[in-house]
């Protein structure tokens, strides 16, 4: 099996769950890091984010979501942590316009809506795909990693 295939499927009940997942992959995330969160609308990615960046910046940060803006930058505390919101987007080529390619090589990229770059979505990142499944509050998370997120994750007791 390679680490492309591998997929690791965590169920959350209710948005507390969603939240310390969150927390435990931010507190494993590093500069140059890209987390694809994937879901259809209300699954919880911007909830994700909020709590993943508050992690790693301050529990009161304001965090909201960048569907108008596209893109909102925090000072993280090892380093920037550059937060995506790509649901707006027509061409996956419009992204290259907001420095995502920066953001991929010196922050922790958070990418809602990643399929919509198409070809500019890298390869070793860790995908999170949230679903609803059993009722409004509760959720499954898959995580397909990707490079050496696949470690990282073993490392932590997953997979």
């Not at 390869?123 to 795909?129: A, E, M, V």
Request: charged content about 25%.
């Amino acid at each position: 099996m390679t680490a492309q295939h591998e997929t690791i499927t965590i169920e959350l009940a209710g948005l507390a769950a969603t939240r310390r997942l969150a927390r435990r992959l931010a507190r494993m995330a590093k500069p140059g890091d890209v987390l694809a969160l994937s879901g259809d609308l209300g699954a919880g990615k911007t909830e994700f984010a909020r709590a993943f960046i508050r992690t790693l910046t301050d529990a009161d940060e304001d965090v909201p979501s960048p569907t108008f803006t596209l893109v909102q930058t925090y000072a993280g505390k090892s380093g920037e942590i550059w937060h995506f919101d790509l649901y707006r987007l027509t061409n996956p080529d419009e992204a290259l316009e907001l420095g995502i390619e920066d953001a991929f090589h010196d922050a922790i990229s958070l990418i809602e809506w990643p399929e919509r770059l198409g070809p500019h979505l890298p390869r070793g990142r860790l995908g999170i795909h949230l679903a609803v499944t059993k009722g409004r509050n509760h959720r499954s998370a898959v995580l397909t990693p990707h490079a050496d997120w696949t470690e990282r994750l073993r490392d932590c007791g997953h997979g």
